[in-house]
């Protein structure tokens, strides 16, 4: 199947930074992404999807000034954290469907971040 | 919000067959319903998904009753790889934005 690719797929940083995720399609296309967020011991929470070209959407409750999102090719979106706080401490997945085929979404492997 | 029902674990003897049930007794006339898994810290793993008729691939079956309100996932000889979390997902487009339930934690036990 396709894959997507994660990075980094840890990252620990001090509170009060901002931490990038990255999450690339490598061998498809992907005009939309969707970020998950999963804390410990729970289950995949959608955070917003990404939108080449365009502002991303963003779930209800979620901060986009906190959380922010660009989707600057077909190929990548990004995942920005700003300003972190030990409470943002979570596991972050992305997915990407492959644009105009009848396929699964496929996910990323992830990104731990844990902000101290 | 997840419109889906799962018991929270399950166990199963390693080379017998895995049921894993799953509700949606609210599903509408064009979602699909998906299964995936997921290992622990790692990114959510495809498994098999299906509209209406039963459907089978080389890592399972599901199983759809006729009125769609409830589906199974069978994986037909677990092993202790299988161990994972299993989720049941509704959704009206392939490669749509999911939102999860709480899934069945499987146990292969060996």
């Known amino acids: 199947g396709a894959v997507v690719s994660q990075h980094p797929s840890w990252v620990i940083c001090k509170s009060g930074t901002s931490v990038k995720i990255e999450c690339r399609s490598l061998d498809f296309q992907a005009t939309t992404m969707f970020w998950y967020r999963q804390f410990p011991k729970q289950s995949l929470m959608l955070m917003a999807t990404?939108?080449?070209?365009?502002?991303?959407?963003?779930e209800q409750g979620v901060e986009k000034d906190k959380f922010l999102i660009n989707h600057a090719s077909l190929t990548l979106s990004t995942l920005t954290v700003t300003s972190a706080h030990p409470e943002d401490s979570s596991f972050y997945i992305c997915?990407?469907?492959?644009?105009?085929?009848?396929?699964?979404?496929?996910f990323g492997q992830g990104t731990r971040l844990t902000v101290v | 919000d997840a419109k889906t029902t799962q018991p929270p674990s399950m166990d199963c003897a390693e080379g017998r067959a895995a049921n894993l049930p799953c509700n949606h007794s609210t599903i509408s006339g064009n979602e699909y319903v998906y299964w995936y898994r997921q290992i622990h810290s790692q990114g959510p793993q495809y498994i098999i998904h299906g509209l209406k008729n039963n459907e089978t691939n080389e890592m399972a079956s599901l199983i759809i009753t006729e009125d769609r309100k409830s589906s199974t996932l069978i994986l037909p000889h677990a092993t202790l790889r299988d161990t994972a979390v299993y989720y049941c997902i509704v959704s009206t487009n392939t490669g749509n934005q999911f939102y999860f339930g709480t899934g069945t934690s499987l146990t292969v036990i060996p």
């Open positions: 990404s939108n080449e070209g365009s502002k991303a959407t963003y």
């Open positions: 997915s990407a469907p492959e644009s105009g085929a009848q396929t699964e979404a496929f």
